[in-house]
């Protein structure tokens, strides 16, 4: 099984920094197969990324995607206060899924 | 709106059975794969088990393996979890979640059913 491992596990910025995620693959993973989520207090994770660089529909374009092999970056380029959330990386492969243990992303 | 809806959580005693559905709308049900997913409170995401637009294809992970079985019905719109030999590890909030186009990404998802598993 593939083990996806995400750091930092908390990350402290301000609103107009750029925050940068990263997730690590245990083994290669297809970049067709590396999706990024945004999961809010309460609410069901939302997907951003799909096929490790491409945006989900109505995601703004301050979301991008990059990496291949067993590391992928999800970037934020300047941070909206609606974006302090967690994120979950999450790969496809042999059949099944897993998730990255997620990264919070607070309020400095 | 596209939508999916769960129910059918609760409390159960270990050792017993739970049956949650998912109701899908505002899209062509039929034509998408479908997946559940579990968060246990306070912790990450867990993928639970999919299925294909035409259940050919079911896989789950290797903690429910055996215990739980997903279905779907295409004429209903519905997606289930049947759910048994429940155990204290079980408990969650379990998403139903769809699979995008290219079956790569899970790209609609519903809020969520809660269940507790607790003597």
């Known amino acids: 099984e593939i083990v996806l491992t995400q750091s930092p596990g908390t990350l402290s910025l301000s609103p107009g920094e750029r925050a940068t995620l990263s997730c690590r693959a245990s083994?290669?993973?297809?970049?067709?197969?590396l999706a990024w989520y945004q999961q809010k207090p309460g609410q069901a994770p939302r997907l951003l990324i799909y096929g490790a660089s491409s945006r989900a529909t109505g995601i703004p374009d301050r979301f991008s995607g990059s990496g291949s092999g067993t590391d992928f970056t999800l970037t934020i380029s300047r941070l909206e206060p609606e974006d302090f959330a967690v994120y979950y990386c999450q790969q496809y492969g042999s059949s099944r899924y897993t998730f990255g243990q997620g990264t919070k992303l607070e309020i400095k | 709106e596209v939508q999916l809806v769960e129910s059918g959580g609760g409390l159960v005693k270990p050792g017993g059975s739970l049956r949650l559905s998912c109701a899908a709308s505002?899209?062509?049900?039929?034509?998408?794969?479908m997946n559940w997913v579990r968060q246990a409170p306070g912790k990450g995401l867990e993928w639970v088990s999919s299925i294909s637009s035409s259940s050919s294809y079911i896989y789950y992970a290797d903690s429910v393996k055996g215990r739980f079985t997903i279905s779907r019905d295409n004429a209903k719109n519905s997606l289930y979890l049947q759910m048994n030999s429940l155990r204290a590890e079980d408990t969650a909030v379990y998403y139903c979640?769809?699979?995008?186009?290219?079956?790569?990404?899970?790209?609609?998802w519903g809020q969520g059913t809660m269940v507790t598993v607790s003597s």
């Open positions: 083994q290669s993973v297809s970049s067709s197969y």
């Open positions: 505002g899209f062509t049900f039929s034509s998408y794969s």
């Open positions: 979640a769809r699979g995008s186009s290219g079956g790569n990404a899970f790209d609609i």
